[in-house]
Nanobody, 117 residues
Framework: VQLVESGGGLVQPGGSLRLSCAASGFTFSSYNMKWYRQAPGKEREFVAVISSINGVTMYRDSVKGRFTISRDNAKNLVYLQMNSLKPEDTAVYFC???????????WGQGTQGTVSS
């Protein structure tokens, strides 16, 4: 099983980043896919989720209207489009896969996103 994130980098406030997570080794379409993030000195926090069944999405309040999660089940990819970025969005972003009703759960290694002028 592998989850490999990419797309992180350095961007100015107000800019955009598009994160990708490539999945392999499990039945991608059967898993809810999530993004989490962890800022320096802080606990890992939930960012967004997209369901396996019908693509329903949910976001943490601070990113609503700015971030969009999507998935491509044919390519085993999940994305996080991040717009209007703020310095407080700076974190390592992690991809997570979990079965809808619990059980198997997988994590990627993370990708750094830095928002700074």
């Amino acid at each position: 099983v592998q989850l490999v994130e990419s797309g992180g980098g350095l961007v100015q406030p107000g800019g955009s980043l598009r994160l990708s997570c490539a999945a392999s080794g499990f039945t991608f379409s059967s898993y809810n896919m999530k993004w989490y993030r962890q800022a320096p000195g802080k606990e890992r926090e939930f960012v967004a989720v997209i369901s396996s069944i019908n693509g329903v999405t949910m976001y943490r309040d601070s990113v609503k209207g700015r971030f969009t999660i999507s998935r491509d089940n044919a390519k085993n990819l999940v994305y996080l489009q991040m717009n209007s970025l703020k310095p407080e969005d700076t974190a390592v972003y992690f991809c997570n896969a979990i079965r809808p009703y619990g059980g198997d759960e997988y994590w990627g290694q993370g990708t750094q996103g830095t928002v700074s002028s």
